[in-house]
Each structure stands twice: as structure tokens, then as C-alpha cells.
């Protein structure tokens, strides 16, 4: 990421006030736990899809993407019945070097148009030894999806994610920090084992985080290289010149996946991509915007204050978000969770999104239990606890947001609120 003007500044005065808030505990939590790791099963053959995913490609498309140690054919077979294909789609395949590592064969399949609310079953590379199956979203609310942020691969990970399988939701949003890699690209292929069951099954869109950067000084200069390669979400489909921000319609909501971790100033090709986005909705068609990044612009917890990713980008966009007024505004980065009330430029306002930190996920370095004490008025909510959340869209003008807390390996429904879309708020109509 370039260089940005002030940067410094910003964190010399956010550490600066820092100084004079106290930070308290939020109650004993639990530690991080054990990395986990998701090898190949020795049965499976080299040319054997593994870590498949999928992602939505556009209003009926659907990406399917898997690997495979050696070359096969990038095809997927599809149809309504087990067994039964009745259309075939070809694809790309790819595959890149990082270090002296070079990954498998990274195969990449649009298929489609595809019926709303519908089971597909399907396989990669023509194996028969492995059917996969999944859902599309419906074409009309309700729709529920599933929010979690910073997964990583430990214990806790393997616990939230048992959670959100036993849960019905129609899609997945993670606000990045996918694998926790950091350079072993081994832990990307082990990530990717470890999340197909689910992945594989309901579409995951995704943004990056700093764990996705993965840039070398002077050794290896390109970022997000693994990310890039193996996450490959709709960003053509929506405008975007970069996978790392994009956007895409499900039901009757329009969901921003913004780039923490890439330009976002004034000039910059996301910034001038966002104003493009947003003038482009219709909220009679979608009357409710969802947004996401990575680094939150709002946060009481005392872990990542003062930083340019999370400050600078809040100066430079929140004004955007804000008059497009877009309903709720998802991060991660914090590994714990907050949630505050409707807030713009520091103060409470009944137009403005709600902003949601959930970087529980499970990830190694273990919860972030430390806030600034006295609490905001804005912030309603805030636990040190791993978990996820849920938010069912239920109609044009409400929503139900429920978050689990799972620090006692026992999904737990901790804090549930229910939104008015700011479409139907009248004081909120643009």
C-alpha cells in the first residue's frame, strides 16, 4: 500500500489521546488455543479437487473454485439431482509462485444461470469420488446470512465453525483475515481443507485483511498474491478494477466489500469506484446496504487504535457511506465484539449506519479483552468473546441481528437487536 500523507500525524495523536483513557478488562476470557492443521486424506489422488468454495458470480452465476495437486480439467458438472448433470461448464486454471513455494492447480468455473433458492449438486475435475452440493439465495427476503471475521485455524475456529454449519444461513460475509497464512503458504491450502465442508456449500464472500497482505521488502513485492489466486470474488461482475473491493445483489440487499489494505484516498481508483456504486443503487430494487471492511472506523476496544487503515479510510469515505445512508457497516481487525448505535462523525444520528466489530472468529493471537473505560455512549455493546452473528433480513424494512458468543464451546444468542432500514425511515429519505 502506498505511502499515505498524514499518516504519521494520525498516529502520534490517536496514541497521544490514548494516554488519557484507561483501559479496563472485559471479565476473565479464555486463551487462544491450539493451531490446528487440515492435511490432504492420502486416498484422495493428486489430481482430486480439494478445498473447493464458491462464491456468487452475478444475480443467477455461481463460482465454483478448487485445487488440485497436479493438472486436471477446470470442469464442473451440474445439475438438480445426485448424479444426475445435466449441464457442463469449462473454466481456467492457474497457479502461482511465492518464494520457493508453487502452489497446486487453482481451477476457476462460472456456472449458471441458475434458479433461486435451489439445491445444485455437482463435482469438479469429472471425480466422481467427490459429489458436492449447494444452495442458492432466494431471489426475495427473507435471506439470513452468517457473519464472522477473522477465522484463522485453531481449536476455536474448528468450534465457530461447527456453530455456524448447524445454523440455516443462505450466505456468508467475512470481513477479512482468512487463513492467518502469514507467508507459509501451506496454512492456505490447510485453511482451505478446513472450510470446505461449509464453503463448498453456501457462497463466502470475502474481503482481505492485513494476514492477506503477505508482501516481502525487497524479496517479494507483490501483496495478496495467495489471496488474489485463491479467493477469487465478483469484482469485474461489479465495476471494480481489483479483487480487493467490490459488490454484488442478493435478494433485496446490496452488499460493498471496501479494501482496507489498498489505496482509498480522494484519488484513488476505490474511492471514485464507490461514489460509482453507490450512485448506481436503487433502493426501491435493494433497500438495504450492507458495507465491510477490514480495520473498524469505530472501536472503544484498546487493541488497533490510531491506525491509518481504520482513521484515514473513516476521513476519507465516511461521508459516502453516510449519504448513501447505508444500514450497517461491518469490520474486523478487533478480535472481539462491539457493537455501536447509528453514529457519523463521532455522534449519534438516526441516519447514519450501525457499525459492528466481529473479528471473533477463532483466530491465533488470541482475544483482544482490553477497553477504553469510561465507554462511549455510542457504543451499545462490547465482549471480549469469540463467537458469530447472524443477521436475517426479513423484509423491506426490518432485520434481526443475533450474536453467538461460543467461548464456552456452547452456541450462546448474547446480543440480538432488530434494525429499520433507513430507506423506510422517512426523516432518512434522500
Not at 135 to 155: C, H, N, R, S, W
Not at 179 to 202: H, I, M, T
Not at 297 to 320: F, I, R, V
Amino acid at each position: 500500500m502506498s505511502v499515505m500523507k498524514g499518516q504519521a500525524l494520525v498516529f502520534v495523536l490517536a496514541m497521544s489521546f490514548a494516554g488519557f483513557i484507561g483501559c479496563v478488562v472485559s471479565d476473565d476470557r479464555p486463551p487462544a488455543r491450539n493451531h490446528i492443521s487440515v492435511l490432504q486424506p492420502k486416498e484422495f489422488p493428486a489430481t482430486s479437487p480439494q478445498q473447493v468454495h464458491i462464491s456468487v458470480a452475478g444475480p443467477d452465476k455461481m463460482r465454483i473454485s478448487w485445487i488440485t495437486r497436479s493438472s486436471a480439467p477446470a470442469v464442473v458438472d451440474y445439475g438438480t439431482s445426485p448424479k444426475a448433470y445435466t449441464s457442463s461448464v469449462t473454466g481456467t486454471s492457474s497457479s502461482y509462485r511465492y518464494l520457493l513455494h508453487k502452489s497446486g492447480q487453482i481451477h476457476d468455473v462460472v456456472i449458471g444461470p441458475l434458479n433461486p433458492d435451489t439445491v445444485y449438486f455437482y463435482r469438479c475435475s469429472s471425480d466422481s469420488t467427490r459429489e458436492f452440493s449447494f444452495k442458492t439465495a432466494p431471489a426475495q427476503l427473507p435471506i439470513k446470512f452468517t457473519v464472522v471475521g477473522d477465522l484463522g485455524q485453531t481449536e476455536w475456529t474448528s468450534s465457530t465453525l461447527q456453530h455456524v454449519g448447524q445454523s440455516n444461513y443462505d450466505m456468508l460475509l467475512l470481513p477479512g483475515d482468512l487463513a492467518y497464512a502469514d507467508l507459509v503458504q501451506n496454512l492456505w491450502d490447510s485453511f482451505g481443507r478446513l472450510v470446505e465442508p461449509l464453503a463448498s456449500q453456501r457462497p463466502w464472500m470475502v474481503t482481505q485483511g492485513n494476514h492477506e497482505i503477505e508482501k516481502i521488502p525487497l524479496i517479494h513485492n507483490t501483496p495478496f498474491m495467495a489471496y488474489n489466486a485463491r479467493w477469487r470474488m465478483p469484482f469485474e461482475e461489479s465495476g471494480s478494477t481489483s479483487n480487493l473491493y467490490y459488490s454484488f445483489n442478493v435478494a433485496s440487499v446490496h452488499v460493498i466489500m471496501l479494501g482496507s489494505y489498498t489505496d482509498f484516498g480522494p484519488n484513488s481508483d476505490q474511492f471514485k469506484w464507490l461514489q460509482t456504486d453507490l450512485g448506481k443503487i436503487d433502493r426501491g430494487k435493494t433497500p438495504w446496504i450492507i458495507a465491510i471492511v477490514h480495520a473498524p472506523w469505530y472501536n472503544t476496544n484498546c487493541a488497533h487504535q490510531g491506525e491509518p487503515e481504520s482513521d484515514l479510510m473513516k476521513e476519507y469515505m465516511e461521508e459516502l457511506i453516510y449519504k448513501a445512508r447505508v444500514d450497517i457497516v461491518f469490520a474486523g481487525h478487533v478480535h472481539a465484539y462491539e457493537r455501536f448505535t447509528r453514529v457519523y462523525n463521532g455522534k449519534a444520528d438516526n441516519c447514519a449506519p450501525t457499525y459492528i466489530t466481529i473479528g471473533d472468529g477463532g483466530n491465533r493471537e488470541g482475544l483482544a479483552n482490553k477497553y477504553m473505560d469510561p465507554k462511549p455512549e455510542t457504543s451499545v455493546f462490547r465482549e471480549a468473546s469469540f463467537g458469530y452473528a447472524e443477521l436475517e433480513v426479513v423484509n423491506a424494512t426490518h432485520a434481526v441481528w443475533t450474536w453467538h458468543r461460543n467461548h464456552d464451546e456452547i452456541s450462546v444468542a448474547s446480543d440480538t437487536v432488530w434494525f429499520t432500514s433507513l430507506s423506510s425511515d422517512p426523516p432518512c429519505k434522500l
